[in-house]
């Protein structure tokens, strides 16, 4: 059974969410919804390198964070609820030098008020570049 609070939720829905964000910047698109899973992948490229020709740590945690933090957006009502980044954490396992890298986040933990995700950073050869985890606050809306 899917985690989604759309219980039909697609790519197309996600989409739009990153226009004009860092997101769109960094070039990240999205890949995949699972039932309890979304996937989404960034380029390594002139935006996302640091000056060794290496995949920036930084934009990794930029990877993790826009597909946990979405995720978290995705499992609440938005009329009722809006979530932000608490902690993010990320573990750099081994670098990148071309093509893309893409991430998957999956919920360790979906709370009332808080939501814990686990993201796994991979290669276009499918190797691990990093492990991340991100918790997020589930804020209520106030009525207006």
């Not at 039932?35 to 390594?44: G, Q, Y």
């Not at 995720?71 to 071309?98: F, P, Q, T, W």
């Amino acid at each position: 059974m899917a985690i989604w609070f759309k219980k039909d939720l697609s790519l197309a829905d996600l989409k739009e969410l990153g226009n004009g964000t860092m997101a769109d910047h960094l070039g990240i698109e999205w890949t995949e919804v699972g039932s309890d899973s979304l996937k989404a992948r960034m380029p390594v490229d002139h935006r996302t390198k640091q000056p060794y020709g290496l995949l920036h740590g930084g934009a990794s945690c930029v990877l993790a964070e826009t597909i946990g933090s979405v995720s978290s957006a995705m499992v609440v009502d938005h009329s009722k609820y809006y979530c932000v980044g608490l902690e993010i954490n990320a573990n750099h396992i081994r670098s990148a030098k071309e093509g893309f890298v893409s991430g998957t986040a999956t919920p360790l933990h979906l709370g009332a008020t808080t939501h814990v995700w686990d993201i796994k950073i991979h290669d276009d050869k499918h190797k691990l570049i990093c492990v991340s985890r991100l918790t997020v606050a589930v804020i209520k809306r106030k009525e207006s």
